[in-house]
């Protein structure tokens, strides 16, 4: 393991056919930080998420994560992370508790940790009842316990208050920040700029597939304007708002 | 899978099979897979018991004599008579062939005299080895009323002794039940792990568990566990439908495995490079028609070329048919079953090899 580093990239590339999804990002995220991956639908973020989590092989580049290669050791890669994806991938035909049993049963967990995570994430009054019922804020919460299941070093999140409401997503920006206090490291990734102001201790900015800054919200805010938004705008020319709005 | 502990293998295709077991009783798409297939077994099996009770009994004669009871009982309007057989064997062989209940009756050469003498010997009489006691003693009591009434005397029918067993090569009840086992595994066994693999695709359940410790592999093994529980389960109706005509268990089950095995494989084939349902339900019949509509060929050689019928003996399901037939047969010896099955257990493992070949395609 290199120092210190829960994650090291170093240019990274990923290409769909003809078309560059990652131009050679390079990045290290240190144990314990949570880190907020900015940028616009389609900047990437899921792709680098993808490859992080040993889900996508990248074309170029190499990455590891606590230490391991995502591409040659995956295995023991994802037995230490956890993943809240970008779509709320749950078994709706089964409970909430039986969704966390069965992830249980893959992770080798026991059988008590599933009733710890439905208390911390407080989801045990409706533990019994079928996901299908359930309202986004419910399945968000549902998806981050099981992500957090087996006690992940590094915690990895997809967008996880997209489309959410306000309440619920300040419930789980709180609950994030928590969990950041006892020392798992987040990568998260987001649109919304205040998300990525409130929550991380760095934050980089892709745009296209580039990574445009790399800094701590205050240092980007000191250089290029009073928001994220205004650095956003002096990076690229471009509004982060108008781009989600196409 | 090889950076795990056995016991942890164990695990996670344990933990998917059984929660694709259960799903498959939630999920509208599977269910119905299952219950088609099961109401084919079903229905084919009530067939025959429909048209059974609806009309006349049917008697097989083997006249070996001239005795004048054969005219009788042709020109009774209560009995559907059949005649004209070379030999006994003959008579039972056609009596073999027929899948509901029929007696296949004895005229000795002495009949006529010991009639008219009025010590009439009871006449023996066969009938399949699969027709339970209750309905032998109802046919044979039908049959005593019958002669009663044409020869105005009492003539005792006597089935107690060997049942006639069927032929390897015979249509009777054990072909159509061969049939179904063959229909049942071959449905149930492609469909259903595709119809689990997609389901988890869409619902994007497939990614969790592929950043989870299973692997590509793992997945495969408790999909293919799961359609194998259910192959065994249509099997299972299958047999509990028509228990009777087994008289080899064991290459039954052997059958119904290796059926099992290559189905299985086939549908986890269809699954794994299959990415959507019109494509699936395309791709689901362009492999069924071949491998069913084979089996009407075979089981009408008599009507067919008979260089296509060696061939299709060969297609898999005929395989599980051809076995099956025998293991509904009386004696039988390797030569009607060992290369068979051989042949069936090949072509379980080509097509799991094709598994392995397109599942470490799709790998990332
Ligand atoms: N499976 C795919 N096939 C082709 N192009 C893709 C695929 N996934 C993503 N892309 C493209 O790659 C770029 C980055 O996508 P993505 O990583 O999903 O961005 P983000 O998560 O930031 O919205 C986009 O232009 C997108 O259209
Ligand atoms: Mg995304």
Sequence with gaps: MTGTQAISVQALTRDYGAVRALKGISFDVAQGEVFGFLGPNGAGKTTTIKILTGQLRPSGGTAQVLGYDVVKERQELQARIGVVFEHQNLYERLSGRDNLTFSARLYGVDHQRVDQVLDLLGLAQQAGKKVKVYSNGMKQRLLIARALLHEPDVLFLDEPTRGLDPNVARDIRTFVAELADKGVTVFLTTHYMEEADRLSDRVAILHQGNIVALDTPAALKAKHGESLEDVFIALTGNSLRGQFEE | ?364
């Design chain 2, 1 to 364: 899978m090889r950076k795990h502990s056995l016991a942890t293998d164990i695990r996670i295709v344990q933990a998917i099979a059984t929660n694709d077991i259960w799903d498959v009783v939630r999920n509208k798409n599977a269910l119905m897979v299952v219950v088609m297939a099961l109401l084919v077994v079903v229905f084919y099996r009530a067939l025959p018991l429909l048209y059974a009770d609806a009309t006349n009994m049917s008697v097989r004669i083997y006249d070996a004599g001239d005795s004048s009871l054969v005219a009788m009982l042709e020109n009774s309007s209560t009995v559907d008579a059949y005649i004209g057989y070379a030999s006994l064997e003959a008579m039972k062989a056609r009596v073999a062939d027929d899948d509901t209940p029929e007696l296949g009756l004895v005229i000795p050469e002495d009949f006529d005299l010991l009639l008219d003498a009025g010590t009439p010997p009871a006449l023996t009489a066969y009938t399949q080895h699969w027709v339970s006691d209750r309905d032998v003693s109802k046919i044979r009591e039908r049959m005593e009323g019958e002669l009663a009434a044409l020869l105005g005397i009492a003539v005792d029918v006597d089935v107690t002794g060997d049942r006639i067993d069927a032929l390897p090569t015979s249509h009777g009840l054990g072909a159509t039940v061969a049939m179904s086992l063959a229909y049942v595994t071959i449905v149930i066994g492609t469909t259903l792990p595709p119809n689990l693999m997609l389901e988890e695709r869409k619902a994007r359940t497939l990614d969790a568990l592929l950043v989870s410790p299973a692997t590509p592999a793992h997945i495969a093994l408790g999909k293919a566990i799961c359609g194998l529980f259910y192959v065994l389960v249509g099997a299972a109706v299958t047999f509990a439908a028509s228990y009777a005509v087994v008289t080899h268990w064991e290459l039954a089950l052997m059958t119904t495995i290796a059926a099992g095995i290559f189905s299985v494989s086939l549908g986890l084939l269809l699954g794994a490079l299959l990415e959507s349902r019109q494509q699936m339900q395309l791709w689901t019949w362009v492999v069924l028609a071949p491998l069913l509509i084979s089996v009407v060929f075979v089981l009408m050689e008599e009507l067919m070329p008979p260089v296509l019928v060696s061939v299709f003996r060969w297609v898999p399901t005929n395989l599980v048919l051809n076995l099956a037939r025998a293991a509904f047969a009386g004696t039988i010896t390797a030569a009607d079953w060992a290369w068979q099955l051989l042949a069936l257990l090949a072509a379980g493992a080509a097509t799991m090899i094709a598994v392995v070949w397109a599942i470490r395609r799709s790998d990332r």
